[in-house]
């Protein structure tokens, strides 16, 4: 019989609900467009909003300020796009770990962009950020995520909203990792947008949101019909909104149990942490999601131990999942000032609502072989080094 594979990479992709599959599902089925008037249309356009109704429950937003999109990338292109195009933005400030989908649509945008710096563990420089909107008159979009996708340390938003709002300026936040894992308040953060995704909390793929605060002015990107309330033209994704909106009332109904899931974190960084006294969790000085750790050590390479883990039936990341394929010098710790030696070994864990002690326990095993086999070569190479250096003679080192 052939083991359970552990899956920890739920920050990459989580498990489609069954409320969501059921919910998408039953959406296939039913005939006729949002946007016909007649009775079937109608019957549609109900799915959508009582997605809406949902998904905006799970942000802390009204229903009429979200817009449903692809996904967090769409959303993120139609943030930056509608900064520029209505609401007088002329510059923009990224943070130095924002998602690589907020800062190839800034890249794009045409406008100026300014890195805002983190600390060591990951958090936005405050100080930074109120230098950088002092720096010029122009109206700023200052990009913050909620909680970073492969630390998972959590930002302080509203603290940079206030600033940014200071010197008339905008706040967008990208929320993608954070729904479904941790409260969110959308009012209570005071920011001007927000990026939502749909199969980070068990939606099915393809479908995300944009929170618009009321008021805000907005322009859009795809013209056509008057969808979304002429705010992204286009018939919907209504089966994949009424999964997102069926995922996210099941995310909102599982938040006390998914904060759980920090105990089974801290048991294990504390297990491997007695394994391996020179490991190090990057961000844990900093408040997290409760889901997710992000190890090195050194000796060990991301690259070696990815493939070592998944024949031991383990599926964790080196980080961005969209980065897969690409595994180097991680931009994230690059941006924490993390040593190179350290960096290059990182692997991101992350649980999810699907998550079992077992899957705990199975990484910790098959990382900690990982580990001892690095120490060991990283113990033969000093002893070679040093037999080399004190028993060979100096011509035949040089020859």
Not at 38 to 50: D, K, L, N, S, T
Not at 163 to 173: G, K, P, V
Request: proline share 4%; net charge negative; with cysteine.
């Amino acid at each position: 019989m052939t083991a359970k594979r552990a899956y920890m990479d739920h920050n990459a992709t989580t498990d489609l609900r069954p409320e969501a599959r059921a919910a998408a599902l039953y959406a296939m089925e039913v005939l006729g467009n949002p946007s016909s008037v007649h009775a079937e249309g109608r019957a549609v356009r109900a799915i959508v909003e009582r997605a809406r109704d949902e998904v905006a429950a799970l942000a802390g937003a009204k229903p009429s300020e979200l817009v449903f999109t692809s996904g967090g990338t769409e959303a993120a292109r139609l943030a930056f796009h509608a900064a520029e195009a209505a609401q007088g933005v002329e510059r923009l400030i990224v943070s130095a770990v924002e998602h690589d989908a907020v800062r190839a649509s800034a890249e794009v945008s045409g406008l100026p962009v300014d890195i805002l710096p983190v600390d060591e563990d990951g958090r936005a420089d405050l100080a930074a950020l109120k230098a950088l909107l002092e720096t010029s008159d122009k109206r700023a979009l200052v990009a913050l995520m909620f909680a970073n996708n492969e630390t998972g340390v959590i930002q302080p938003v509203a603290e940079a909203a206030a600033i940014a709002h200071e010197t008339d300026s905008l706040l967008l936040c990208d929320a993608v990792q954070a729904a479904g894992k941790t409260p969110l308040d959308f009012v209570a953060l005071d920011a001007d947008m927000m990026m939502l995704g749909g199969h980070k909390i068990g939606a099915p793929l393809g479908v995300g949101a944009l929170v618009l605060r009321e008021g805000l002015p907005f322009a859009t990107l795809a013209v056509g019909g008057g969808q979304e309330m002429r705010r992204r033209a286009g018939s919907e994704n209504v089966s994949g909104i009424a999964g997102f909106g069926a995922a996210a009332r099941a995310a909102l109904e599982g938040l006390e149990a998914f904060a759980k899931l920090g105990h089974l974190r801290d048991s294990m960084e504390e297990e491997i942490a007695s394994i391996a006294p020179d490991v190090r969790f990057f961000g844990k000085g900093a408040e997290r999601l409760p889901n997710t750790s992000y190890l090195s050590a050194p000796g060990l390479n991301a690259e070696t131990l990815l493939m070592m883990l998944d024949l031991d039936g383990i599926a964790v990341s080196a980080g961005a999942a969209c980065s897969s394929g690409k595994i180097g010098q991680p931009r994230v710790l690059d941006a924490m000032r993390v040593p190179g030696e350290l960096s290059l070994g990182a692997v991101r864990v992350s649980l999810g609502w699907t998550s079992e002690a077992r899957d705990v326990d199975q990484f910790v095993e098959s990382w900690s072989r990982a580990y001892e086999r690095a120490r060991a070569k990283t113990k033969m190479n000093a002893n070679v080094a040093a037999s080399v250096t004190t028993d060979t003679p100096l011509a035949a080192v040089e020859s």
